[in-house]
DNA sequence: AGCACGCCGACT
DNA sequence: GTCGGCGTGCTC
């Protein structure tokens, strides 16, 4: 009698062993059907045994074996176990989320005919090369095996047309190719783009918003190696590929690539376990790299190739900084900001202000008793959205209706303060009631269609002057967009989580990218009250080098990532008594076993304590080693879920957190 | 996380 | 008498 470990979709920290007849030798990564408890699951089967470390009348017996799926290679199951141990998550856990929803559930995709994909006609022409792109891709393709590099080049300078050679190559040899990139950038328009460069290639997107069966499909054809191409979101690096030859990562500082639920994983440190597993090049690119992909390639973990000229025939923006600070403003914007918009206006050329905050105001408030509009589920003001006349919570979706009069005191003179993307809409169209003024946020591009009519819109010129949150800020050429004003940026820089700095002067530079693309100059307008701040002088010289320099000796000095990796314990409970607790608890199993190289932190609530009626406490774990580190969160967490917690305490460990 | 079992309150 | 509340314990 052989014995079959299985992964399943649970939330504990273990394999699950049962009995089977005979186990033929491929029998390690197929999906079982097993009983557990009361019901049945599907598993993965990871080892097949002469013998379990169960007692006998333990072990029962698998119910069947999936033999429609051929078994999940090593290497697949190799990355699972990484992640389960890097982000200290159960392992069935992680090969479920690995699946595709369709797969999760045993099921295949009804047919599976080939696509009629290859054959797309002909191949749109590749743009001449520039001397710098050429000696990038020189350096690419003299590799044998794993190798990171850091393509760090501006807006427009060409990093896309570098991917493209690369994968173009990679495909030559009969590789196959993985592309990753931000939610916001998988637009159809790149798929389009990538589709038209490679005609006669199998290409596969791979997104959340791709439907279940699509999705299945999409994982078998790279698992069988008939796709030549995954282009997809955070989630396709989870993706078969036998004939891997490449990744690249696109905008490798975004967010969206760390995962903020369930398994906490970011999708580029996964992609770069990835490529060394699988002993390929990975192509890491941006504009304003996170400064632990810069620090790496300045140590020379990674190659640094540098892009430093615009490729499309345009010079770098004009940035200027505007001193708010003797000036009384009007609407929020200052005279430089409202002349640069008539010009604009005058020359028929069009205008983005950037303004990172939706809504019409972020609170209302009554001028009598203080009383301000705060949701009851979170320790945060309700947002007042006046184009659909609802107060709305920005953390949890609560809304309301707008009161008339104060909810406390009766006083009917209560009014938004401060200023969201709705207000300065609204106080445009009046200043400039000719022009035709464009809202994008995530309110008036709520789906992907009405986004794509936003952006047709745009394309076609039908608007003058857009409002925008950062979703205006990523991968859209806006050829007849010249001036890009900059409003309420400072709020961020002196915000308490340390890398607050790091996100603005990304967001303000690629926001800054979005003006004269094409052949008219471009005009970048940064309102500020602090206007010799360092972050504003780099951004005005276009040097993020000096910035990240700057950034990287303060994190050194101050002992934060990267020169320290940190593991948070979270805890959300109905009290944040009870989360505390659980984290005080937590810290005295770690000081057993924590030495010196781990410096544990004190529980503290978190800045927004409650979210979603739970509150919400944390606590930080530091080292300068990351074995040290490692193996610390090995040994405790274990001995976190054998912690008895009150049933309504929820609690989780976060690698590498984006936020503090 | 599910899902069972189990032991006390109020309803036909 | 029993229907159902959710506290606690387990899942190979
Ligand atoms: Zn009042
Ligand atoms: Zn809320």
Redesign the pocket.
Known sequence: MSIVRVALD???P?????RAEDPAGDWVGRLVR??????EKLGLILQVLDQ?D?PPE???PIHSLLTELPPLPADWIALCEFCARYYQHPLGEVSSFALPPLLRRGKLPKRRLARPQPGRGDQEASPPLTTEQQVALMAIGQTRGFEAFLLHGVTGSGKTEVYLRAIEAVLAQGCQALMLVPEIALTPQLEGRVAARFPDAHIVSAHSGVADAARARGFLEAFEGQADIVLGTRLSVFMPLPRLGLIVVDEEHDASFKQQDGLRYSARDVAIFRAKQRDVPILLGSATPSLETFHHARTGRYRLLTLTLRAVAAAMPDVRIVDTRREKLQDGMSQALIAALELRLARGEQSLIFLNRRGYAPVLACTACGWISHCRRCAANLVVHLADRRLRCHHCGLETGIPQACPDCGNLDIHPFGRGTQRLEVALQERFPEARVLRVDRDSASSPKKWQALLAQIHAGEADILVGTQMLAKGHDFPKLTLVGVVGADAALFAADFRAPERLFAQLMQVGGRSGRALLPGEVLIQSEYPDHPLYQALADHDYSRFASQQLHEREQAGFPPFAHQALLRAEAPSVDQSLAFLAAARVEALKLAGEAVMLYDPVPMRMVRRMSLERAQLLVESASRPALQAFLATWSQLLYELKTP?EL?WHLDVDPQEL
């Open positions: 649970v939330p504990l273990r394999l699950f062993d049962y097993v009983p557990f408890g009361s019901g379990s169960q333990k072990l029962r049933r929820r």
